[in-house]
Structures are given as structure tokens and as C-alpha cells.
């Protein structure tokens, strides 16, 4: 979570040094004490990993941001260890109020 603005943050680390990867070592060097110290690293980073590993890299970055598995995707065969996955739905809206159904169309 954001620490100042309330807002859920996924953070994914690239292992595949062809795509600019690093060892996650690296970012305890270069990030102020301060969040480290405040907790900036205490949820899992969803790792990156090159071929034969990507996909499922892929997968697990898909559920960080909220995707799920499709029924379509369930009953198909994919030719990668992804699938397909999609947003959750948004939740159901309240009902509108009497006073808010006659401002709007």
C-alpha cells in the first residue's frame, strides 16, 4: 500500500538480465533508508523470470493486479502457461436514491 496516498502498489522484479534485470540485492543499495526502514519492501515482489519461467512470471503478475482465471481459459488449451485471465468485475453499485434518479438521465 502507498504510504501516503492509500493506493495498493504491485511491484514486479525483472530477473532476465536481457531485459534489464538485477539481482534484487541491488535496490537495498539505491532506496533511501527511510522506506526501507518505513516498509516499502515488505510485500513479495512478483519475480520476472526469463524462458521457460515466464509465463508463469506472467500469471503471477496478472493475480497481483486483480486478474482472474476466465472459464473460457479454464476450458481451452493454451499454448503458454499463462492462459488468459481478465479484470475482476467491479463491484455491484448501490442503488440510486430517489433524489439522484431525477438528476440524472
Known sequence: MCFFCQVNIV???????????CEFGYFFTTTPR???EAGLYMPIAVAMHPMPHRGVSLTLAA???GGVKTKAARSQPSSTAMGSYSQR???PRPPRTAAKAKLLP
Open 11 to 21: 511491484m514486479l522484479h525483472e530477473n532476465d538480465p536481457a531485459r534489464g534485470g
Open 34 to 36: 527511510e522506506l526501507i
Open 89 to 91: 468485475p467491479p463491484p
Open 63 to 65: 493475480q497481483a493486479f
